[in-house]
């Protein structure tokens, strides 16, 4: 098991198959530091255009169509004491005719402090003066290269990841990908030092970290859409618009995986589902929005 | 303070301007039993016709148009030993495609242990032999009459409350609703021992319950949609379909509290809800679907 | 088979189960003036608060639950010079983020001349200056009262019909509505000069008419949502959103007709509206929307 | 004014930006044989896997980012007797719980008969015994290559054109697509003997055809979504999930057009299109849905 550090001098606005970066092997981790969702770096020099440019891809020996990639995010450290956000509600996420009323969409700055662990305006507004937020650390963007020589934006996700703005990709949490192309090409990016359900004001606080993730093959793992777990929880991911339909996927994935790994019946399934079932709203922002099945472990079968 | 009993002895089938069951006065307080989503009371007696058969009206004096009903949720006691699900996935939670794989709708039924605090199935199924689940008491169906006549389907909801399925309904918890005809008229029924996110199989534990509620007017409160506490947060609660505009209202409502009665400004209430915003969805099920918005109390502003 | 005169002197905001303002024998014409949406009458007088007042009920002698009512329009003749639309956009129909660069929702005023059969803006605005568009009246809102007790604001639209805004629905045309309650309780108002597809403005021309129509009922004729025929062709309308969904109830709606009434398989049903429907969008507005499938006649197998 | 013929060796599934496989000036004609849905060719020869591939792509001299490529679809000539569609209609255009009942999908086979002008089920279905279509070819996919190094599936549609599968795009139609790389990069592919709206089968009658297409290069044109016409009406195009989505995409791009070339002001625009635009669905089934927002053009002021 190697470690690996990834010093990217280019970067991607697509998840798609494109020359590798670095090749590791099956198990080996990297630690790289990504850009902001802008394109600037650690040293606030904007290194490449947005949307969320990409450090990667890695290719992984081994890794083959057909196989998930397993993604351990080991630890995410902010190299920057300062991030941004959007000031103001996304347009999409109030009521149509309220829109009018929203006020222009400014950038605000914040500030990260890795030691206190702590995120806060750099100019606290009225009323929030005495607001001190936890570094919540997690990558907005992260996923495997799709099939059929396909390319998509950093801007968007699908069935291979990318964009999901999740805030539960966080330190401690894995992750699953369905791998569609050779070596799996895993791409990573747009990391926020805390964000709250939906990213709707369109952005977490955006800024640069070293990651360090580890990516093993899970060979002859079936799965359509991104699959995780944390400590207490596995969970599926489903990118789509509308609402519904990110909900329709992840509830699919959820059901085949208690079906298929767990041995439960579709009725069974269901019965554990229907009573026990957590949603997440992962982001209602980006052109696919992404919410998120959540079954907590304590009531899972044995396997 | 009273605390008065309430004893139905018909129910209604729709959230509107019918002659109330019940007068109280403004801080009072009702004990009252109701009847499961099918209308089978606590002895398994057939009572009314589904769905949802309401109890009441309550009509509260001194409650006006322009002010809002505060429903506290004082105590939920099952009062029969057994519920009832739908043992299979609704079809518009799953990807339309795989419907045709799902098993019939057919219903399993649970036993509630009211002392031990538990709900389990009757006849359980492979894999879920040892699943116990927590007694998690919900009113899943309760509101006020709607205005300008209109009478709604308890199966669905509206601004006016309604069959919003949302499990952080239960005992602790507080609603408040924005009344529309004088007296308020205020309904519930359809208690659920437990529900999941979603209410995805169409249904929670149904069964009959022992509710007490306390309600009080606050006069001038201007709300479009159903407001909310828990000892932990406050929420507001979006009614309709897609889920996306369920989310839209709540988060309107959200923004116009945060403003209203928090003296924040659309870009400090921007802030807050976009780094710490909850949502929780409460049913993908009914006509309409139920969306929450949640922020927690820790990082309101004093009011 | 008797023509009746309908005078109100009270209108209704809801459809629902109200006293009937007249009651007719099965196939019995009615020739009744109606006020606009806003409640305006011919003569400018406003009778009644909006949103769009209706005329009724009528009860049908004869009509049960089970039922579907015929309502032939037979003529509709404005009994105003002018008419009123909305000078905006909805919000709802353009990206969200360019709702900000709207203008103010206000109102414009435009010349109905019923024997020339045109209409057109009473100030011309630059580069409209030679629009005149043709009289093309249709009924904004009308249907049957829903069963359940319910009572639907004449906002909105459902199965029992209520606010489609299909412009389809002029005189020569033709609809049937399920009925759900003794009499059928017939209600129409809220007539449209001229309105285009998806009522995106909000308004048709709205205006008031005389309005002459026919009753008819057709014993155990099970449908779900409205249906209707003109010269050319037959249709069903589903009235929900998102309007995805409004276009499952049509087409479903459509299905079924053509699988009960016209002898086809599932398969058949397929073959035919695969390649020859035609879908209209009657509102994206309402709070329900409004979706059309639509069959020429000439495709159709003989009954 | 030069016509080529281009005769396909490899095909593509994405449009995105590959090698070329044609050169011409601006204004050049292009005569090739598409191949069907599916990849087989006109001897029934699978010549490519599906989904849609694609001929091209096309560079054409001149174009630039910032331009639109015009297509004008000069002649559709069908190269097979025979077609095929499925046979049942799509899971998602029906009522969800209802696609239990659906049969499966299976495929069925079309004689198109070019100098007759009919299409016709090889296979008679009971009461579509006399069912004969008119031949009405349109072009299923067709679009340039999008920016960012995107690569979009021929299964779904964008910005930059794709799947749209819209009835409209038949002979004597022309499209404009904004161009996002040198050389605007065209494809083209997927051609239908006839389609219904929305393509609720999934399919139109899916066959070969020997295309022409004369490609020019509109310079500045800013547009987002593509745009076309015909010679009774101008309409614009947006593709994306939900339909709304892309109702919203189409109607902002035409008030786009209607404000930038014709003169007109929001308000002028809105009351133009609030009584005379017409929608068309152009596909309810790939995974962007495509509708069309069109206007006469005899509505239109003179530019």
């Given amino acids: 098991m190697t470690t690996h550090r990834l010093v990217p001098t280019a970067w991607h606005n697509v998840l798609g198959t494109v020359p590798p970066a670095l090749t590791i092997a099956d198990g080996d981790s990297v630690v ?19 949307p969320n440019p990409m450090n990667g891809p890695i290719f992984v020996d081994g890794a083959e169509p057909g196989d998930a990639l397993q993604v351990d995010i080991i630890r995410m450290t902010p190299v920057r004491e300062n991030g941004w956000t959007r000031a103001v509600l996304a347009a999409n996420v109030v009521d149509p005719e309220r829109v009018r009323d929203l006020p222009p969409r400014d950038r605000a700055d914040w500030i990260i402090d890795a030691d206190a662990g702590t995120v806060r305006l750099e100019r606290p507004v009225p009323g929030l003066e005495h607001l001190v937020l936890p570094l919540e650390p997690m990558i907005g963007c992260f996923g495997v290269a799709p099939g059929l020589s396909q390319a998509f934006s950093t801007a968007t996700s699908a069935e291979n990841g990318g964009n999901m703005d999740y805030r539960g990709f966080g330190p401690g949490s894995r992750a699953w990908f369905p791998i569609a192309v050779p070596g799996a090409l895993f791409f990573l990016g747009d990391c926020h030092a805390i964000q709250g359900d939906g990213e709707i004001v369109g952005t977490g606080v955006e800024t640069a970290m070293e990651v360090e993730i580890r990516l093993s093959v899970v060979k002859n793992r079936r799965q359509v859409w991104p699959r995780g777990e944390n400590a207490d929880a596995i969970f599926t991911v489903g990118n789509a618009r509308p609402l519904e339909q ?55 079968p044995k396997r």
Same sequence: chains 1, 2, 3, 4.
Avoid at 36 to 48: C, E, H, L, T
Avoid at 269 to 291: C, I, K
Wanted: with cysteine.
């Fill in 32 to 50: 790289t530091e990504t850009i902001d969702a802008g394109g600037v770096d650690k040293d606030g020099v904007q290194r490449w255009p947005g």
């Fill in 246 to 300: 990110a909900l329709q996927h992840a509830t699919t994935e959820m059901l085949d995986w208690l079906m298929g790994d767990y041995g439960l019946s579709a009725v069974a399934a269901s019965h554990l589902l229907g009573q026990v079932v957590r949603y997440d709203v992962g982001n209602v922002f980006d052109p696919a929005y992404t919410m998120v099945c959540k079954v907590e472990k304590k009531w899972l």
